[in-house]
């Protein structure tokens, strides 16, 4: 089965989206992944080290996998001042999915994997597709509160400004990750509406859109996450948000830092988050709702 990785733009209106693709001939599944802030859809075939790639393990295991740019990132950049609206992102980012998959089949459906800032995205990818066509839905590296002294870093950070102590926040501790991703090879520049999306996100717009999931939700973190509580009464109230969702499961990443998919540890998070999309088509979007930690 061909794990090729293939760049991709495609028209939505008059705006072009780009992705990286890994599609296979007849798909279990169609995993649409969405990076954070800073980086792009190469986080998700990560430079020089093809064991630790989501789209090449994905299509090794039979699901075509879409790793989009986010509005505002790769093809998109020159139009990110249309962007401000939540839903004209939700727009161009769903319509991509669609136009890349076109009338090609898509498995038992879609499933969304998220990191960081792509979360709030992927959350409303999610809410805004019908249930029936989504399987369930990964997120990783966000949260509901911050760690201490974070929301005051962050808020000191501009397009062009990366305030004292972000990368030691983002990149540590640095054995965790292989050194082809330390040499800012997964870097991008970021975007206008970003500043708005973490303001809003812990307290306001991810308990607001959490409720609306309707589909199983797995909650990634890593065992050195430095930017978001990971307390067990912070992942309590995590998995209480989504009180639609027939089924929440936390998950601890042992050895990994913020960045999930680009660690020495990505190949066992991405086997587990492939185990959990199993888990999702064996049961349909059915389940009973029930929160796990482990």
């Known amino acids: 089965m061909s794990t090729t990785v293939r760049p991709r733009v495609v028209m939505v209106g008059a705006v072009p989206i780009s992705a990286l693709v890994a599609a296979v001939p007849e798909p279990r599944a169609v995993i649409v992944a969405v990076h954070g802030g800073a980086t792009s859809s190469v986080y998700f075939d990560c430079p020089g080290r093809p064991d630790l790639s989501l789209l090449r393990t994905g ?25 401000d609206e939540p839903a004209a992102r939700v727009a161009l980012a769903l319509g991509a999915v669609d136009k890349i998959l076109g009338d090609g089949p898509r ?15 992927a959350v409303r990818m999610t809410v805004a597709t019908t249930p029936a066509d989504v399987l369930g839905l990964e997120l990783a590296g966000t949260g509901v509160r911050y760690a201490p002294g974070v929301k005051e870093m962050l808020s000191s950070a501009g397009l062009t400004t990366r305030p004292a102590g972000l990368r030691e926040l983002l990149w540590e501790p640095t054995e965790l990750y292989p050194p082809e991703v330390l040499t800012g090879a997964l870097n991008a520049p970021g975007v206008a509406y970003e500043g708005r999306v973490s303001a809003h996100w812990p307290r306001r717009n991810f308990p ?40 929440v499961q936390i998950t601890e990443r042992p050895d990994s830092g913020h960045n999930l998919s680009v660690g020495l540890s990505a190949a066992a998070y991405h086997a587990q988050v492939l185990s959990f999309i199993e888990e999702c088509i064996a049961a349909g979007s059915g389940g009973v709702k029930e929160a796990e930690a482990g």
């Open 208 to 247: 607001a859109l959490a409720e609306q999931v309707r589909v199983p939700v797995q909650y990634s973190h890593a065992e050195h996450e430095r930017v978001w509580e990971t307390s067990p009464a912070a992942l309590a109230d995590i998995a209480a948000l989504f009180t639609a969702a027939p089924r």
């Open 107 to 121: 498995g038992a459906g879609l499933f969304f994997f998220a990191h960081s800032l792509g979360c709030e995205l």
């Open 59 to 83: 299509a090794a295991q039979g699901f075509t996998v879409i790793a989009l740019d986010r509005p505002g990132y790769g093809a998109s950049a020159l139009y990110q001042d249309t962007m």
